[in-house]
C-alpha cells in the first residue's frame, strides 16, 4: 500500500514538472513575442514611415527649440529696449506652449500604437 502511494506521488512529481516546463517554454515564448513587438512598434524608421508629417512636425520643433536656446557661456546683450524684452517673454512663452504640445503629441502617438490603434 505504501508503495503504490509513493509510486502515484512520483507520477504526481513528473506531471507538475512537465507541467512546470511546458509553463516556462510558453512564458519565454510570450515574452519574446512581446518584446519583438514593443522594438517594431518603437522603431524610429516605420514611426517616420508610418507617420512623415509628424515626423517632420517634431524635426521641425525640435530644432526651433534647440536653435531657439541661448547658450550658457556666452554674454547677454543688455536690452536697450523695451521691446527686445516683450519679444523674448513672447519667444519663451511660445516655446513653452510648443513644447506642451509636443509632449500631448507623443504621449497621444505611444498610446495610440500600443492601443493597437493607428
Known amino acids: 500500500m505504501a ?7 512520483q507520477q504526481k512529481k513528473l506531471e507538475l514538472e512537465a507541467d512546470l516546463n511546458k509553463l516556462h517554454h510558453e512564458l519565454d515564448h510570450s515574452i519574446d513575442r512581446v518584446r519583438t513587438e514593443v522594438k517594431s512598434q518603437l ?3 516605420r514611426a517616420i514611415r508610418d507617420y512623415p508629417f509628424v515626423s517632420v512636425g517634431a ?11 541661448r ?3 556666452k554674454k547677454k546683450k543688455k536690452k536697450k529696449h523695451r521691446g527686445d524684452t516683450m519679444a523674448d517673454t513672447v519667444i519663451d512663452g511660445l516655446k513653452g506652449i510648443a513644447a506642451k504640445k ?3 503629441m507623443g504621449i497621444n502617438f505611444v498610446e495610440k500604437r500600443f492601443s493597437g490603434g493607428k
Open 3 to 9: 508503495k503504490g502511494k509513493m509510486d502515484e506521488l
Open 43 to 45: 522603431d524610429p524608421k
Open 59 to 69: 524635426a521641425l520643433l525640435a530644432g526651433f527649440l534647440l536653435g531657439h536656446k
Open 71 to 73: 547658450h550658457p557661456h
Open 102 to 104: 509636443a509632449i500631448d
